[in-house]
């Protein structure tokens, strides 16, 4: 994994003691299989008592950080930056190996014969690339919302989703994810009220942050932004405190998205689809490893 030295600078011991934490988490959670935001490494900072939970703290160590990959004191790898990507077109090195991109990347819809077609919603953007893995999955489409959804998106989602119960007879529902703070809790209610108005309503499940996760796992807590229009309803629902997703584990968000999931799933359909598609695959590996005698047999 690279660690890159591209500027000496002298370095606090205050601040190297910063750095060697952060190590500590990002590789430990980097054995996970997650990549974490600076958001989500300053939660850990706080979760784990390092640092106070102020702005001030969070942008001192954004600048450690920011100084510590360029010194070659923390790896490139660890921290993502996930609101921010290249996007490049896709190229192969021969006709086999696209066949054989194919075989890796080929899927049925294994949801089309379930009783239910539900989707995730997040809040943030920065934190698709944590419930990326497990909604791929599992195959079920993901979202992210950018706060509240726009009028545009939401009335596209209506018409989606209607179509699922008009032509297949399922059920579709959607799992929200967002902040427990005046609007990331509002955000739920907008969703579902405004599905209400353009298909005639639908299961809306907030998945999280709930009161309980926040008992449960005590995610450190910011005050209410008290010039939301919605604050003093919340504060005087649950107090000053906010609580943002960022700061749940990310193995969390993937246990409560699997759970939730896997709950409205019926498991020998989704068996008896998942064979039926690692057929197909076997059949278009086969096909790329043999692609020499398929030219030979289409040319002559």
């Known amino acids: 994994m690279p660690k890159i030295c591209y500027i000496d600078k002298n370095l606090s011991a205050q601040s190297l003691a910063?750095?060697?934490?952060?190590?500590?988490?990002?590789?430990?959670?980097?054995a996970q299989g997650f990549v974490?935001?600076?958001?989500?490494?300053y939660y850990q900072f706080v979760a784990r008592a390092i640092i106070p939970n102020t702005q001030r703290d969070y942008k001192r160590l954004g600048s450690i950080i920011n100084g510590a990959r360029l010194t070659g004191l923390i790896d490139w790898d660890y921290i993502t930056d996930r609101t921010r990507n290249l996007q490049v077109n896709p190229h192969w090195s021969s006709p086999a190996s696209i066949v054989q991109a194919?075989?890796?990347s080929y899927a049925i819809d294994k949801w089309k014969d379930q009783p239910y077609r539900p989707e995730v919603w997040i809040e943030k953007d920065a934190l698709v690339g944590v419930i990326a893995g497990i909604c791929e999955e599992l195959d079920?489409?993901?979202f992210s919302c950018r706060g509240y959804t726009s009028q545009s998106e939401m009335w596209s989602a209506a018409m989606r989703l209607r179509e699922w119960g008009l032509q297949d007879d399922q059920i579709p529902i959607i799992f929200h994810l967002g902040d427990h703070d005046p609007s990331g809790k509002d955000m739920t209610r907008d969703i579902t009220d405004r599905l209400e108005l353009f298909m005639g309503g639908m299961e809306?499940?907030?998945?999280?942050?709930?009161?309980?996760?926040?008992?449960?796992?005590s995610p450190p807590p910011n005050p209410a932004k008290v010039t939301d229009s919605r604050a003093a309803a919340?504060?005087?629902?649950?107090?000053?405190?906010?609580?943002?997703l960022d700061a749940l584990e990310p193995a969390v968000l993937v246990d409560l998205i699997e759970s939730a999931i896997t709950s409205v799933r019926d498991d020998e359909t989704w068996s008896q689809s998942a064979h039926k598609e690692s057929t197909a695959k076997s059949l278009l590996n086969s096909l790329s490893k043999r692609w020499t005698e398929v030219v030979r047999l289409v040319s002559s």
């Open 18 to 30: 910063i750095i060697h934490a952060a190590n500590e988490i990002i590789e430990e959670y980097a």
């Open 36 to 41: 974490l935001t600076l958001r989500q490494l």
């Open 102 to 104: 194919c075989a890796e």
């Open 140 to 142: 079920v489409p993901y």
């Open 204 to 217: 809306v499940k907030r998945l999280a942050l709930n009161w309980d996760q926040i008992d449960e796992f």
């Open 234 to 244: 919340y504060i005087a629902e649950f107090g000053h405190d906010s609580w943002e």
